[in-house]
């Protein structure tokens, strides 16, 4: 995780307890990881006995949890053991609080402090940023203060998400209004601060502008509004309209956000397909996007989900030039369902694949320029070189 801010982490398959801890780590605080799709619309579907869902994955785990239910036992944990078997690799399984603080993600809210961090390579944990407004920033913390313990334990060594689950509570169930004490350094300062964790939002989207008038959106994930964020930053844009959008690290979110982005670039036309137990559906842009401004995508193997779609669809459709590494590859879709005793089990039901065709389950994106932390120099020389606008295939 060296280097990486501890907002971006990588979907993996998920339990109960844990799985908020390790997926949305403080949170994300911006990436849910799941690259879910906005169908259906509205709360999850809940089970029922026998196979009602689309998939035999889905019937399996509805039939086990109505099963032990029967039978007086968890069907959480009879879900989870399906899970198990049924080799999904992105399965999610939820308790109740754990899906709502998923939305609440989602949406772009968490409880917490409002650092973010890394773990440097000598395994000391540094603050690289402090969400204005916050408890943190209240109490005077900034970057490049080094946190040495969380409530009395040590964080040396340890992994972010490890330290992101002690400044949030999560083992405890913690809420706004909760204490947690830190230790810092700064310099040859050692002190302890004792916070009270508060509900915060976050801004997925930051903006900044190069001195040779080039304008880098970085989108740390797809949360609600990012997408209308990004339509904000183009309007007040310099007029050449050279953009770079800094896709690295984004674990992905909400794909209507990463569709409706597509909407800014594209003047409609294809975003993506994708399979949901073999019936093909398809994702379109809304007409009237910016099809003049030349673009650069910034990519690297923490690219994922929606960002991934996001990537694939600019590149493929002529829209933009592609830098950085190959991208981490998950192209699939899920879709949850509720089960008896309220958690939710998302499970994988199918695909989805660039305008062209291209498979990216697995795969990932492969740039058009290969470049490493030079990415970002690299897209400024290829903007500078730009003479014409890209055309939208």
Not at 55 to 79: D, F, Q, Y
């Amino acid at each position: 995780m060296s280097g990486r801010d501890l907002f971006c982490q990588p979907p993996r398959r998920m339990r109960r307890g844990a799985a908020l801890t390790l997926v949305f780590a403080g949170v994300l605080m911006t990436g849910a990881a799941t690259g879910s799709f906005p169908e259906p619309e509205g709360p999850p579907r809940r089970a029922a006995a026998g196979p009602v869902g689309p998939a035999a994955r889905h019937s399996a785990v509805e039939r086990a949890a109505a099963e032990a239910l029967a039978a007086g036992k968890s069907p959480t944990e009879a879900a989870e053991r399906a899970v198990s078997r049924s080799g999904d690799r992105w399965a999610a399984i939820y308790s109740e609080g754990e899906y709502e603080e998923f939305r609440e993600a989602l949406a772009g809210r968490y409880t917490g402090v409002g650092l973010w961090a890394r773990r440097d390579p000598d395994g000391r944990i540094a603050v690289t940023r402090v969400q204005p407004g916050s408890p943190a920033a209240d109490a005077g913390i900034r970057a490049g203060d080094r946190l040495r313990s969380v409530d009395g334990s040590a964080v040396d060594g340890r992994p972010v998400t490890e330290v992101v689950s002690l400044l949030r509570g999560d083992a405890e169930g913690a809420t706004a209004g909760t204490t947690v004490t830190l230790g810092l350094r700064r310099g040859g300062r050692e002190w302890t601060e004792t916070l009270h964790r508060a509900r915060l939002s976050t801004d997925s989207v930051t903006v900044r502008r190069l001195r040779g008038g080039v304008t880098v959106l970085r989108i740390a994930a797809f949360t609600e509004g990012s997408a209308r964020t990004v339509r904000k930053a183009l309007r007040t844009a310099p007029r050449d309209g050279r953009t770079v959008l800094d896709l690295r690290g984004n674990s992905g979110g909400l794909v209507g956000e990463a569709v409706d982005t597509a909407s800014a670039f594209l003047d409609g036309g294809l975003v993506a397909t994708y399979d949901v137990d073999g019936a093909q559906r398809v994702l379109h842009a809304d007409p009237g996007g910016d099809t003049t401004r030349p673009l650069v995508v910034l990519v690297d193997g923490g690219t994922m989900s929606a960002a991934e779609l996001l990537a694939g669809a600019l590149q493929d459709r002529g829209r933009a030039v592609v830098i950085g590494s190959r991208t981490f590859g998950k192209g699939s879709v899920q879709m949850p369902t509720e089960l008896p005793d309220g958690s939710v089990a998302e499970l994988t039901v199918g695909h989805y694949r660039t305008p062209s065709g291209h498979a990216v389950d697995g795969r990932g994106i492969t740039p058009d320029l290969e470049a490493g932390p030079e990415a970002l120099q690299r897209a400024e020389t290829v903007l500078t070189g730009v003479g014409a606008p890209s055309r939208q295939r």
